[in-house]
């Protein structure tokens, strides 16, 4: 089945523990990104990659980290979580050549809590 | 820099009546627009894009939406709705030129579907 898997789904973890969240496609997909979710502001694009050791910036990148060494995998690092990273964060996938037919396939997401 | 406004935080609509949820974009040229939908506790699932062409677009489940340039909006409609509406609805905005995969969402509009 063609998906975006995101793991884990749930996560409580502390202040300043470095915490990944992982996103893996199974599309082949050029095109990968990160958002976030709270409540009144809906989604906002963490980062984003066009490719393999391509990525760039969102609209709120500060906090978080992402590699994209492979295809399929674009991993999310929180350095050092603070509470203010509470959220529900959903990993997405984008073939580059189909971006008029497909748009964003979404993860189920992963909902962090920073104690 | 684009931007996505969704007027309406919360609508109530009865089942069988017809659904209307609000959608006005800002961006110097024609982008890619689209309508996703989330479900409790799920992912987005895309409903329907514009991006060339028939400016009243067809999606999934019986929804629809018309692009009108001179309104900078991309307002989603359903006839009659069903209780399995209920869910919110993002409107997203991607550029046309570069930065494809820097998707843009709305605040989102959650949708009640009353008996």
């Known amino acids: 089945e063609a998906q975006v898997t995101q793991n884990p789904r749930y996560l409580i973890t502390v202040t300043g523990k470095k915490l990944t969240v992982t996103c893996s496609q199974n599309m082949n997909h050029e095109y990968m990104s990160w958002y976030r979710q709270d409540p009144g502001l809906g989604l906002r694009q963490i980062y984003y990659s066009m490719n393999v050791e391509v990525t760039d910036k969102g609209d709120v990148p500060e906090g978080y980290k992402v590699s994209r060494k492979e295809k399929r995998n674009f991993p999310l690092i929180l350095e050092s979580p603070s509470p203010n990273q509470t959220s529900l964060y959903f990993c997405?996938?984008?073939?580059?050549?189909?971006?008029?037919?497909?748009?964003?396939?979404f993860g189920s997401g992963t909902r962090l809590t920073v104690v | 820099a684009q931007s996505v406004t969704q007027p309406d935080i919360h609508i109530t609509v009865s089942e069988g009546a017809s659904l209307e949820l609000r959608c006005n974009y800002s961006?110097?040229?024609?982008?890619?627009l689209f309508w996703y939908v989330q479900s409790p506790g799920q992912g987005l699932q895309l409903l329907l894009k514009?991006?060339?062409?028939?400016?009243l677009v067809q999606g999934i489940k019986g929804f629809e939406a018309e692009f009108k340039r001179s309104q900078s909006s991309f307002n989603l409609r359903k006839p009659s709705v069903h209780w399995s509406d209920a869910a919110e609805y993002f409107c997203?905005?991607?550029?046309?030129?570069?930065?494809?995969?820097?998707?843009?969402f709305g605040a989102g509009t959650q949708v009640v579907v009353t008996p």
């Open positions: 997405a996938s984008m073939p580059r050549d189909s971006l008029s037919r497909y748009g964003y396939t």
């Open positions: 961006y110097g040229a024609t982008p890619y």
């Open positions: 514009y991006f060339s062409g028939d400016t």
């Open positions: 997203a905005v991607a550029r046309t030129t570069d930065s494809w995969g820097k998707f843009q």
